[in-house]
């Protein structure tokens, strides 16, 4: 079709998780009642690793950063999604649009690396206790950090670089409840086939190889404290145990969205719930009321 019949494209419109008024209304209820608890449970986290002394470790200033990132991932979305439930107006602008999926890929990509710092802090502490506050020392804590932001933000910049160029001169409506690559592509008036292509080997492939990266450390980890002694292999995979459960539940809704061979089934948009509300509650569950030195701190916060 001649594009001249069409006006640029200036907002687009989400469908939504549900069209249905009664399960609007019961979304808007749990996803309002998710978000609170989402903002109290990773701000608690952060302000306890900042203020109370005991939590000073190099696990602990990892585990404050990623409760940073998963507050700022869920209100990158949820907010809006909860105002769009409210009013009944599921639109965002073009400019919105970009950001979002901006700041979204920034935000996965920094927890990405994050997890993978995360996994090497556990490697030192359970293979090489010797060398730990050598190896995890205060700078490389930093440098890790650093690095995550660095490197996620520059791959976004160029990620997104390539795809801005693109024309949106006719259909406007995202089949979910934010913007992300794979439906604003779609949504270009021109030939996509290479630049989704290139979206999976960027996001999906990567994503694919740090989680399958991130399960062999740590079947490493236990092989080499099950070779050394059979009796703390027990102790590890309790120690590992959290972190396999945050790296499935972060991962897995990604690994779906980008590289599951059949986009228009409406499953991925649920699954994002879980990176966006359930894995941002889980985390705090998992790393206090499974973690003794947590524990303590709370019970020392009390008194």
Not at 22 to 37: D, E, G, K, N
Not at 144 to 149: D, E, F, P, Y
Not at 196 to 213: D, H, K, Q, Y
Request: with cysteine; charged share 10%; proline share 5%.
């Amino acid at each position: 079709m001649n594009k001249t019949n069409y006006s640029p494209v200036t907002e687009f419109v989400f469908l939504g998780l549900s069209t249905s008024r009664p399960v609007q209304h019961l979304l808007l209820a749990f996803s309002m009642a998710f978000y609170i608890t989402i903002v109290l449970g990773n701000l608690f986290i952060v302000f306890m690793v900042i203020f109370d002394p005991h939590l000073h470790s190099p696990m602990y200033f990892l585990l404050a950063n990623l409760s940073f990132i998963d507050l700022s991932f869920s209100t990158l979305t949820v907010p809006k999604m909860i105002c769009d439930l409210y009013s009944g107006h599921k639109t965002i602008s073009f400019q919105g649009c970009v950001i979002q999926i901006f700041v979204l890929h920034v935000l996965g990509g920094s927890e990405m690396v994050l997890l993978v710092a995360m996994a090497l802090d556990r490697y030192v502490a359970i293979c090489k206790p010797l060398h730990y506050l050598t190896v995890m020392s205060p700078r490389m804590c930093i440098l890790l950090l650093s690095g995550a932001w660095a490197i996620r933000l520059i791959h976004s910049v160029a990620q997104l670089a390539s795809v801005v160029h693109l024309s949106f001169c006719g259909p406007n409506e995202i089949d979910s409840f934010y913007c992300d690559l794979p439906w604003f592509i779609k949504l270009a008036c021109t030939d996509t086939h290479r630049m989704e292509f290139m979206v999976t080997a960027n996001s999906g492939f990567i994503s694919t190889g740090t989680f399958f990266l991130l399960i062999v450390s740590y079947i490493f980890i236990l092989v080499t404290v099950w070779n050394h002694s059979s009796g703390g292999l027990s102790k590890a995979l309790s120690t590992l145990s959290a972190h396999i459960t945050v790296v499935v539940l972060f991962f897995g809704p990604c690994i779906f969205v980008y590289v599951w061979p059949f986009p228009t089934v409406p499953v991925d948009k649920f699954l994002a719930i879980l990176d966006f509300m359930i894995t941002p509650i889980l985390n705090p569950i998992i790393y206090t009321l499974r973690n003794k030195d947590m524990k303590m701190a709370m019970r020392r916060l009390s008194i």
